[in-house]
């Protein structure tokens, strides 16, 4: 928000490493006493290369840096919910 310009128009917004829907399952469990989330079966060999969560350029562009992980963000993001019904 303080950068004089951007060399990009889209910019990706990421912890920067990929994370699967089972660390969003388990984070949402954590903080929800008796949820149970069953998946269907997905990649068998972690989450993969998936450069749409890199994020070079803005941290090249901007100095960002993330402060969330998955069960953080989770956490944060239930508890402003709770605040902010739809």
């Known amino acids: 928000m303080t950068a004089q310009t951007l060399r990009h128009d889209t910019y990706n917004v990421s912890s920067g490493r990929p994370a699967t829907n089972r660390e969003f399952a388990d984070a949402l469990q954590a903080i929800t006493p008796g949820l149970r989330l069953d998946l269907l079966p997905g990649r068998q060999d972690g989450p993969g290369d998936d450069p749409y ?16 992980d998955v069960a ?12 902010h019904p739809r």
């Open 72 to 83: 953080k963000a989770i956490a944060d993001y239930a508890a402003w919910r709770a605040d």
């Open 53 to 68: 969560l890199d994020t070079t350029r803005l941290t090249r562009d901007t100095g960002f840096a993330p402060t969330f």
